[in-house]
């Protein structure tokens, strides 16, 4: 069965985050408005095989069952390897893996991984062809091309001809990152490719969406899911099905229920945490201030202490 076809067009997803959807922040996202599906971080398949680095591997896999459905993902070179992390990750009851083939970060290019592999094709669609041998369901998430937007039509029918269960495309180049806007124009005949290549494969977008409303057009078109990433830094509710205004207070709410959990987990280093305190300390007056004292904070009491004044 497809895990995929389960889920009503325009189906929502948080979209997998390095250092940001941990399992913590997966599940204030859940308290404040959860999406359909949730993401893990990145996990790379020579870790999780490796003595070494499986430890942090597993970590990466820990879930609550609250969080199900939710897809891990997965990332590496070397096809082997993937289908041996797939098939323990069958075994762990997750219901299908996602390969990670659109990270622009230059360390993980450097090795041929995330969105490198758009340079390597046939080995791309090795790596498909072997995670599927586990026998979960095998997604894709990957970009429209490595350095140039045209390269869209070659490099999605590569990935189209496995057959994936479902494809995320992140409507732009690894060499774009986040710089320009997300070239949504092309999905009609984004659409049309996978129809005529690979109809049963689940389309889902990704790029600039701040909330599912903003998105109904391409579902129209015939697009299946939207995935939604940076938006969540904006609005921590953006997945509300009948979207509302938030005050301070649920903000902070939020905030406290966070630090709450990074201690639960035992979650570490304290500073990464500082990241998200602009999501909630953020649009009312005194934020700039309270967030530059939360920023000279050296541990959770003493951010505990900064809310407790409020």
């Known amino acids: 069965m497809n895990f995929w076809k389960q889920f009503q067009p325009s189906f929502t997803i948080l979209a997998p985050m390095e250092g940001v959807t941990d399992i913590a922040f997966r599940q204030v ?35 609550e069952e609250t969080e199900r459905p939710i897809v891990p993902q997965i990332w590496g070179t070397k096809p082997e390897m993937f289908a041996e992390t797939a098939k323990a990750l069958k075994e762990m009851g997750f219901p299908a893996v996602d390969i990670n083939m659109g990270c622009p970060d230059r360390h993980v290019v450097a090795t041929g991984g995330g969105s490198g592999l758009i340079r390597t094709p046939e080995l791309a669609k090795e790596i498909i062809r072997t995670a599927k041998t586990a026998g979960l369901p095998v997604s894709v998430k990957t970009r429209l091309g490595y350095s140039c937007v045209d390269e869209w039509g070659d490099w999605l029918t590569t990935i189209l001809k496995a057959e994936p269960a479902a494809l995320t495309i992140h409507l732009r180049t690894k060499k774009e990152m986040s710089k320009v806007a997300a070239h949504y124009e092309l999905i009609p005949d984004i ?96 934020a700039s201030e309270i967030r530059d004292r939360l920023m000279h904070t050296k541990s959770i009491p003493e951010a505990r202490e900064v809310l407790a004044e409020l």
């Open 29 to 63: 996202i859940a308290k404040a408005a959860r999406p359909d599906i949730f993401f893990t971080e990145f996990t790379n398949v020579n870790s999780y095989i490796s003595e070494k680095g499986r430890t942090n591997a597993l970590e990466r896999f820990r879930i």
């Open 191 to 286: 659409l049309a490719l996978k129809n005529a290549i690979s109809p049963e494969t689940v389309l889902i977008i990704n790029g600039d969406i701040e909330r599912p409303a903003d998105t109904q057009k391409y579902i129209d078109m015939g697009v299946d899911g939207i995935m939604i990433g940076r938006g969540v830094f904006h609005n921590p509710f953006c997945f509300e099905k009948e979207p509302r205004e938030h005050g301070r207070e649920e903000l902070i709410d939020l905030m406290r229920y966070h630090l709450d959990l990074y201690e639960k987990y035992e979650l570490s280093p304290y500073d990464p945490l500082k990241h998200f305190y602009k999501i909630y300390i953020n649009n009312f007056p005194g």
